[in-house]
């Protein structure tokens, strides 16, 4: 693999806090966590498989090469966002173009750097050396989903 190119569909979700609930049990605060991770690793063997035919799940990562990563995270607009009425589907003057609100980018790639190891797309995210990252509402990047979800691009780093 030197490049593989995966959507996933569902609500981005933010991986990082949580809780303590007695004895030394952590959880995570956010139960979208696992949803998300699912849906990652899912995508990763399902594009993994796609490419590949009948040749099982792809090309196995090089344990010792590094990757670069690129995602951009569409989030769905809270329902503030818009209208009401007859023109519910229509987005109010002041809504902001960026979320530059929760959740925070770096814990959304938390999440989705440990989808990608699940699915077998890296072998630990550690070999990932280079991030480019972005949060967005539907349209507002040019690599924008028509609805919440990733596009996430890995791309080997050949010496």
């Given at each position: 693999?030197?490049?593989?190119v995966?959507?996933v569909?569902?609500r981005?979700?933010?991986?990082?806090?949580?809780?303590?609930?007695?004895?030394?049990?952590?959880?995570?605060?956010?139960?979208?966590?696992?949803?998300?991770r699912?849906?990652?690793?899912?995508?990763?063997?399902?594009?993994?498989?796609?490419?590949?035919?009948?040749?099982?799940?792809?090309e196995?990562?090089?344990?010792?090469?590094?990757y670069?990563?690129?995602?951009?995270?569409?989030?769905?607009?809270?329902?503030?966002?818009?209208?009401?009425?007859k023109?519910?589907?229509?987005?109010?003057?002041?809504?902001?173009?960026?979320?530059?609100?929760?959740?925070?980018?770096?814990?959304?790639?938390?999440?989705?750097?440990?989808?990608?190891?699940?699915?077998?797309?890296?072998?630990?995210d550690s070999?990932?050396?280079t991030?480019?990252?972005?949060?967005?509402?539907?349209?507002?990047?040019?690599?924008?989903?028509?609805?919440?979800?990733?596009?996430?691009?890995?791309?080997?780093?050949?010496p």
């Open positions: 693999m030197s490049e593989l995966v959507v569909y569902g981005p979700a933010p991986q990082g806090s949580k809780r303590h609930v007695g004895h030394g049990v952590l959880i995570e605060s956010s139960k979208h966590v696992r949803p998300w699912d849906a990652v690793k899912a995508a990763v063997i399902e594009t993994r498989h796609r490419h590949d035919g009948d040749h099982g799940d792809g196995p990562p090089d344990p010792r090469a590094p670069e990563l690129a995602v951009v995270f569409t989030l769905p607009r809270p329902t503030s966002h818009y209208r009401t009425g023109n519910a589907n229509t987005l109010r003057a002041n809504a902001p173009e960026q979320p530059a609100v929760n959740p925070d980018l770096d814990k959304l790639l938390r999440s989705t750097l440990d989808g990608l190891a699940d699915g077998g797309a890296v072998v630990n070999r990932i050396t991030i480019y990252a972005a949060k967005c509402y539907p349209g507002g990047h040019f690599d924008a989903l028509d609805s919440p979800g990733a596009l996430i691009v890995l791309r080997r780093v050949d």
